[in-house]
């Protein structure tokens, strides 16, 4: 067998024999599959003992660009150009655009050989003759239109913009013929090329654009004006193929006796497919009812409801229920619930179940066809011929064998375990996706949709491809993991002779700090590591939205990282950036103080009691007044007392000012100290009530602060919980020992924190705000009048990863 540079150096040579540069025949070997194809077209055009250049640079544009559902129809192509029929890249344009639209239809030889523009088909413009005089009348037409720069630039103007003139009005002439024509007719207009001429033009010069007035200063209102929303692509899925389209080659299967099946829908498949849905973009979300949704899945959303929005066509939500022993009906209904909380309207509701009896008569027809059949062999046994590439023992078993057997596994006569079909692909593929996959296995269990009607089930490799054909669907788009089942989804279609969607892979979505297998968020509700599937720290869609996560946030998050097919994990600040543009723009501002700090105000009579007036977003036109009490017993932040002052620090100190936000300012005057512990217990100061009336300036520091409602009565007090990242680590799913990378810090909770009695009023369960200097927050769904909880959503600034800190 040759060697890999042997093989290389053969192209080559033939490649030079057809004309075609060193350079680019050497590049043409870099790529293995293009180099075949290449020596392919060669020889079926005759040219292996030589051509000319002309003809060689045609047939390399022939193995770079002609449709592959339609190679039946090369060696005619071929045919033209060896007789110069067919002798620019832009008829072959032409025709690739017609064999493309034809497939492996039988070719009209007239709509083919037609010029361009006749009819409804472009065609290649084979054996249209440009004479020289049309060509000297549209370079004649093209120099006269630009006689004036051409007079002026002379021999630097672009001489290409000329020809392209000259070629979009001949679309089919010769292009050296246009040039020549094009270069005598410049040349008679200007007269030789002088010295000047020659010489390089002079680089013009950049005018520079004057310099803007600076802006003016933004003033503290201007700084809390609504988030100016991140700019986002107009269409994410504009490089995906329209639904009148979709008779492109989908897949090329190799088989390992070197036959090639290259899959595409026909023209009859594509029309019928095309009327009975309208042309509309037909889409699915098809998750396994086995557990919670999470992040990745509003991605997976966002892809398929999110194109069918995009184009005003339709989404089912499909519920893939082939595995009736681990789906449950809690997960049914919280998938759709949780869609609808993601702003997602199912076209439809169906069930993979639905179409039960229409998958057992194609498994039928597959045993018919000879193209599966009843296997014996058990799930270990299986696996070691898969390795070995072995076939198994039945695999030549008689088909009316194979359909009895079947028969006797649909009636329940067949033991669980002791038989299964197999779809008869190729066992000795290099894809193990091709290796005979089981498309029937037994299950005596009841189906939780279909009830006990079956004690046969389709397996997912079986039921996917099929139930997307019975639905119409456009567009099959899954994560990464699924390409190389590409194969094996087509081979399926195509043996049945069934209409085939478009199918798409796009990268899964990993997020720093967290995991995102359902067997590994299995094993953390489980084991007890988290409180359930709605934990908050975890990445559950349920989980998210009990931590106050808005939908929209997620959607904008979806749609910023995009639906490309590069694997990475993306930072988890890069989705709390969304999380806080939402919130920002959304919560209502409210004062409460989570580790309460008493201060007394000495020069503030006993049983003072006045409002304050507080705003819901300051700053902002839609913004509302609160009113706040402010009575002589105050709490503020413990974290904003200090024994010591130092610079740039802002809160309270002994004989420092600070501000109460939306209220006065206070000094320190003294502090009262636990003799057993030594902390900090209370606090006394004074307040300046004729601040505002003497105009004096603030003090640097604002504080947040909550009052006594009343004289000697205690603010209403709430638990609050603080959430940091699960795990420690960016990437835990990597580590063999993840659970031994959980965070003992992803959780604190604070008991006694306290809240003004409007904030009290309004934390229903659900609601959110922005608790001042504190960060953002939603009422958990444990909350309840006199026992309120609170859950930190996400601080205000991005804090530093649990991995960096001390």
């Not at 292996?48 to 060689?56: D, L, R, V």
Request: proline fraction near 7%; charge should be negative; hydrophobic fraction near 40%.
């Amino acid at each position: 067998m040759a060697s890999k540079e042997e093989l290389e150096a053969a192209a080559i040579s033939l490649f030079l024999g057809i004309g075609l540069e060193e350079t680019v025949a050497k590049n043409a070997t870099k790529n293995p599959k293009f180099m075949k194809t290449l020596e392919e077209v060669v020889h079926e055009a005759g040219a292996a003992s030589g051509c000319p250049k002309a003809k060689g640079n045609l047939l390399y544009t022939v193995a770079s660009k002609y449709p592959a559902n339609a190679l039946c129809h090369r060696p005619m192509l071929l045919g033209y150009i060896m007789c110069e029929h067919m002798k620019s890249n832009a008829q072959l344009d032409g025709a690739f655009e017609y064999l493309r639209k034809v497939g492996t239809m039988e070719v009209d030889k007239k709509l083919l050989e037609e010029s361009a523009g006749v009819g409804v088909v472009e065609s290649a413009g084979v054996g249209v003759v440009i004479t020289p005089d049309q060509i000297k009348a549209a370079v004649a037409e093209e120099v006269e239109a630009n006689r004036e720069r051409l007079v002026t630039e002379r021999y630097h103007v672009n001489m290409n913009m000329l020809l392209g003139g000259v070629t979009r009005k001949l679309k089919w002439a010769d292009g050296a013929a246009v040039r020549a024509a094009l270069e005598t007719a410049v040349e008679a207009l200007l007269g030789p090329k002088t010295e000047a001429d020659l010489a390089p033009p002079e680089p013009k010069k950049k005018v520079k654009a004057e310099k803007p007035p600076p802006p003016p200063k933004e003033d503290k209102a201007a700084e809390t004006a609504e988030p100016a929303a991140p700019a986002v692509p107009d269409d994410p899925y504009a490089f995906l193929p329209k639904p009148d389209a979709n008779n492109g080659v989908h897949t090329t299967v190799n088989f390992s006796d070197g036959r090639v099946m290259r899959i595409a829908n026909t023209p009859e498949a594509l029309a019928a497919h095309l009327s009975r849905m309208g042309g509309k973009v037909v889409t699915r979300f098809p998750p396994e009812p086995n557990g919670y949704l999470h992040i990745g899945h509003a991605k997976a959303m966002f892809v398929d409801f999110g194109m069918a929005k995009q184009y005003d066509g339709v989404c089912y939500l499909r519920y893939d229920d082939t595995n009736p022993e681990a789906e449950k009906l809690e997960y049914i209904q919280h998938i759709e619930e949780i869609a609808k909380w993601m702003g997602w309207e199912p076209w439809k509701v169906t069930y993979s179940s639905d179409y039960f009896q229409q998958l057992y008569d194609f498994a039928v027809q597959l045993i018919k066809t000879g193209h599966a059949y009843v296997c014996h062999q058990t799930k270990d046994e299986i696996e070691a011929s898969r390795e070995k590439r072995e076939p198994s023992p039945w695999r030549d078993r008689p088909m009316e064998e194979s359909l009895r057997l079947f028969d006797d596994m649909r009636r329940g006569l067949v033991e669980e375990g002791k038989a299964t079909l197999r779809m008869k692909m190729d066992h000795k593929n290099d894809n193990f996706n091709m290796f005979d996959l089981i498309a029937y296995r037994i299950k005596f269990v009841e189906h939780p949709h279909a009830g006990d009607k079956w004690c046969i089930y389709p397996s997912y490799d079986y039921t996917h491809c099929l139930v997307d054909s019975l639905e119409d669907i456009t567009h099959s788009l899954c994560t990464l993991e699924f390409e190389t089942r590409r194969a094996s989804y087509y081979w399926l279609l195509e043996v049945l002779g069934l209409y085939k969607p478009v199918v798409w892979e796009y990268s899964r979505l990993n997020i720093t700090h967290n995991v995102m297998s359902k067997r590994k968020l299995n094993r953390l509700v489980m084991g007890g590591f988290v409180s359930g599937w709605d934990d908050p720290r975890l990445l559950t869609l349920a989980g998210m939205r009990r931590r106050g996560v808005p939908s929209t946030a997620i959607n904008a998050f979806c749609r910023d990282i995009g639906i490309t097919r590069n694997e990475n994990i993306i930072q988890l600040p890069r989705l709390e950036h969304f999380i806080r543009s939402e919130l920002d723009a959304t919560s209502p501002r409210a004062l409460a103080v989570l580790r309460p700090l008493k201060v007394v105000l000495t020069n503030m009579p006993a049983d003072h009691f006045q409002e304050v007036e507080a705003q819901t977003f300051p700053g902002r036109e839609h913004s509302e007044g609160v009113k706040v009490p402010l009575t002589r017993v105050l709490y503020i932040e413990a974290t904003d007392f200090r024994l010591k002052d130092e610079k740039d620090y802002y809160g309270l100190a002994p004989g420092k000012s600070v501000m109460l936000r939306y209220a006065y300012p206070i000094t320190c005057t003294g502090h009262t100290v636990d003799p057993a512990t030594g902390a900090v217990t209370e606090l006394a100061a004074t307040y300046d009530p004729d601040h505002y009336t003497a105009g004096k300036k603030p003090p640097k520091g604002v504080l947040n602060w909550v009052a006594q409602p009343q004289p000697g009565v205690e603010p209403p007090s709430f638990e609050a919980r603080l959430y940091d990242t699960l795990f420690k680590s960016e990437d835990p799913g990597s580590l063999d020992a993840w659970l031994d990378d959980l965070n003992p810090q992803s959780l604190v909770v604070l008991q006694g924190c306290v809240a003004t009695p409007d904030l009290a009023a309004k934390a229903k369960v659900g609601a959110r705000f922005q608790l001042e200097r504190l960060g953002y927050f939603a009422v958990d769904t444990q909350s309840a009048a006199g026992a309120l909880v609170f859950n930190r959503t996400v601080s205000l600034k991005e804090s530093k990863p649990v991995s960096l800190k001390k």
